[in-house]
């Protein structure tokens, strides 16, 4: 029987499927992510201890977060993550390809990497998958080489390492800045509503929504939405800048934002 509550496990698996998506396709690993989320825990751990007026000891955070008090201590002196040596680390893409690279039984007498047969005990495909990706399956690790363009069958049917870089695909930076930006505004919002004891002080979150509108009017709707909904962004940009102030002592960051989403069976580029 789990101990953590059906609603936060539910909000947990909502929250990270489309972050995980985005991730993978971005080419980082699990193992990145716990890294990272090992020391937002523990980052967060010294505020929450604040925030409940507790001392703010390694101790307290190692209860609150179930990190050991060792990895606690080591997480809030790290000022930052090596993320390429991370990367390194945990894909098992790019363990695979410095495998073929570095280690001696896949190259050849020259030092470089050598056509490799799919299957052998030793200096195979099959081997260097085995040694350097887990228990990842061969064919999953042949496909994702292909589709990356590191790799390719020869006519012998041996498979060549034709390009040394992973290059995963990747969104636009400026995309993936707005997903880090806007998502953590949103929940902000939704977690200050939370919290607050009088509803008064609720910041504005609403929604409309309808789960049975044809989709045929789908391509009208979205037009006649994204056209009112500038027109209000506008609108209360105007506000903001109206009241802007050069005193940085009595002024405050805020935002308003809008957003349309459309539950798709199938990926739409549009």
Not at 134 to 150: E, F, H, Q, T, W
Request: one cysteine or more; aromatic letters at 8%.
């Amino acid at each position: 029987m789990s101990l953590v509550p059906e609603a936060i496990q539910t909000t947990i698996i909502r929250i990270l499927k489309p972050l995980v998506k985005i991730l993978l396709r971005n080419g980082i690993a699990y193992g990145t992510f716990a890294d990272i989320s090992r020391k937002i825990f523990v980052d967060m751990g010294f505020e929450e201890a604040r925030r409940r007026k507790q001392k703010m000891t390694v101790s307290n955070v190692s209860i609150l977060t179930g990190i050991n008090r060792k990895e606690v201590k080591r997480l809030k002196e790290a000022l930052a993550f090596d993320t390429d040596n991370s990367l390194l680390k945990f894909n098992r893409i790019v363990r695979v390809i410095a495998g073929w690279q570095h280690d001696e039984d896949f190259l050849d007498s020259d030092h470089e990497p050598k056509d490799l047969l799919l299957e052998g005990e030793k200096g195979s495909f099959t081997s260097l998958v085995k040694k350097y990706s887990g228990d990842m399956p061969i064919v999953a690790m042949l496909n994702a080489l292909i589709d990356s363009g590191n790799i390719r069958v020869i006519d012998n049917g041996n498979i060549q390492l034709i390009n040394a870089n992973y290059l995963p695909s990747t969104d636009s930076e400026k995309k993936i800045n707005i997903l880090g930006i806007d998502a953590a505004e949103f929940i902000e919002v939704i977690d200050h509503n939370i919290n607050i004891k009088h509803a008064e002080n609720a910041w504005f979150q609403r929604k409309a929504s309808n789960m049975t509108v044809s989709k045929s009017a789908l391509a009208k709707l979205k037009q006649r939405i994204n056209k009112k909904a500038q027109l209000l962004l506008e609108d209360i940009d105007a506000d903001f800048s109206e009241n802007e102030t050069e005193d940085e002592r009595k002024s405050c960051s805020v935002s308003f934002g809008i957003y349309y989403y459309q539950k798709n069976e199938t990926n739409i580029e549009d």
